[in-house]
């Protein structure tokens, strides 16, 4: 089972997709994390990728899908994997199809986190991160017993830059840019659920599970 887990930032989709490694065993792919360790371990698309990184270059659609073919040869991937941040357009979508159809895989479904922008705002704008040992809160629904400082450590709270609200904003203006063709291409291809994720983070758990079972094959 290959799924794709389409959101914006704050949609809960990360937090789903660590239920979905627990309870499933599918790993979850983050090019990210996959660039850093290709890099570091020094593979060929991983000396391809730097010599991009190094010029200040972003790496092509080519050379990231050639790290998500060589990742998911791993024996962990052999019953199925999440991607998630990947793909972002319709191009590296397409070329994801190709790499899959020359290994006779093929994506199952993609799952769409909707959200009101207004929502995902409230949700980014609010979270607090302590300075010292990373731990989270936010402002309406997990507050410190103590105001911005940690229960854990003690340290102070701070609001990250890319929590604030004009840059969230702008965050949300790239993402529905981006992936609004993307979300019509996996429609087309008759691949699209999309979850209602402004719930509770139980309730979306519940219509993932629904909505993947319907995907089975």
Wanted: charge should be neutral; charged fraction near 25%.
């Amino acid at each position: 089972m290959i799924v794709v887990l389409l959101g914006p930032p704050g949609s809960g989709k990360g937090t789903q997709a660590k239920r979905l490694v627990s309870e499933r065993g599918w790993p979850q792919l983050s090019t990210g994390d996959m660039l850093r360790s290709a890099i570091a371990q020094g593979t060929p698309v991983g000396i391809e990728a730097k010599g991009f990184m190094d010029r200040g270059a972003l790496v092509p659609d080519e050379v990231v899908v050639k790290l998500i073919a060589d990742r998911t040869r791993a024996s962990d991937c052999s019953a199925g994997f999440i991607l998630d941040g990947f793909p972002r357009t319709i191009a590296q979508a397409q070329a994801l199809d190709e790499m899959l159809v020359l290994r006779q895989l093929k994506v199952n479904c993609a799952i769409q986190f909707e959200i009101g922008d207004d929502l995902v705002v409230r949700r980014l704008s609010g979270r607090r991160t302590c300075v010292a040992c990373g731990s989270m809160y936010h402002l309406e629904t997990l507050k410190p017993a103590h105001a911005d400082v940690c229960d854990q450590c003690g340290a102070s709270l701070i609001q990250r830059d890319d929590d604030r609200t004009d840059v969230v904003s702008k965050r949300l203006s790239v993402y529905h840019h981006q992936t609004a063709p993307l979300v019509d291409y996996y429609r087309r291809a008759e691949k699209l659920t999309v979850l209602n994720a402004g719930q509770s983070p139980a309730a979306v758990t519940e219509g993932l599970s629904v909505a993947l079972s319907s995907w089975v094959t």
